[in-house]
């Protein structure tokens, strides 16, 4: 069995250095200035408790307590005529604040209008699931806990979407490594061959962000392709590309990229 090593530090292994980078802002109009704006936060505010609103980017944006996310939804879509649930997820500010500041983004077609509602919760808090309410919300609350480990309660499935059900760790946390770790790297050799094999395969890459172009075994070397092991120069000669392998199929013409041609004309 390999020794363990402590995956407390894992964010310090990473070479990326802006994983904290906050963009700068974009200037906040006051709700007042925009007419329907005005009134959609009226509505809400006579619903619930508003901590703070703004027009940002010609869209309102409303932070509200994260116990009226439900009664919020609820209210912009039968109340305002807010019908679509474009998107919502999570973003990590546990370094910062010690938790997820979580949105709704809310599409008017009607008022050709957009409303983003926002909340904080604290690490290890759930939020209200609004599948109910929209059924896009279904996926969308599965991946935020998938990624992130925050649970929707009231979901009538909240299992990983993306992940396998038994994966450990949240892969959008800022503090999960870019390569993952050491459940990361066996996981699949772990389980398809057993832990017993692991000094004979050896651990998977999963840092996808790096290409090695004389990497003749990963195909990264396109127009200048050589045999597996082949020892890279650097000098290759261009390869022309083909559409096909060597010989053809049956009964389908070869087709070279030098015939190809360029349509200008889209109506064509």
């Known amino acids: 069995m390999r020794a363990y090593k402590p995956k ?19 200037p906040k109009l006051h709700v007042e200035s925009d007419e329907i704006f005005a009134a959609d936060l009226e509505a ?13 980017v010609e869209q309102m944006v409303v932070f509200i307590n994260p116990s009226d996310n439900y009664k919020v939804l609820e209210l912009l879509r039968d109340e305002c005529d807010y019908t679509q649930l474009s998107e ?15 949105f709704y983004q809310m599409l008017s077609m009607n008022k050709r209008k957009r409303i983003r509602i926002k909340m904080f ?6 939020v209200n699931s609004v599948e109910k309410l929209f059924r896009s919300a279904d996926w969308s609350e599965r991946e935020m806990f998938d990624m992130f480990g925050i649970e929707a309660n009231g979901h009538p499935f909240m299992k990983r979407i993306l992940m396998p059900y038994d994966w450990q760790g949240y892969p959008l946390l800022k503090t999960y490594p870019l390569q993952g770790d050491e459940f990361a790297a066996w996981y699949e050799v772990d389980k398809i061959y057993g832990k017993e094999a692991r000094d004979i ?9 790096k290409v090695d172009r004389y990497d003749s075994e990963r195909f990264a070397r396109l127009g200048h392709e050589v045999p597996k092991g082949t020892k890279i120069t650097g000098n290759e000669p261009k390869n022309e590309q083909n ?26």
């Not at 919760?121 to 759930?126: F, P, R, S, T, V």
């Open 44 to 56: 809400i505010k006579a619903k619930v408790d508003v901590l703070d609103a703004y027009i940002q």
């Open 121 to 126: 919760i604290n690490k290890g808090e759930a």
């Open 88 to 102: 919502m997820s999570a973003i990590d500010w546990l370094a910062d604040r010690g938790g997820f500041e979580i």
């Open 8 to 26: 407390d530090n894992v964010q310090a292994k990473a070479y990326y250095t802006d994983r904290y980078y906050v963009s700068p802002q974009v």
């Open 201 to 209: 395969i050896g651990p998977e890459l999963r840092d996808t962000a």
């Open 243 to 268: 559409y096909q392998e060597e010989g053809g199929v049956f009964m389908i013409k070869k087709f070279d990229k030098k015939d190809s041609v360029v349509v200008d004309d889209p109506q064509r």
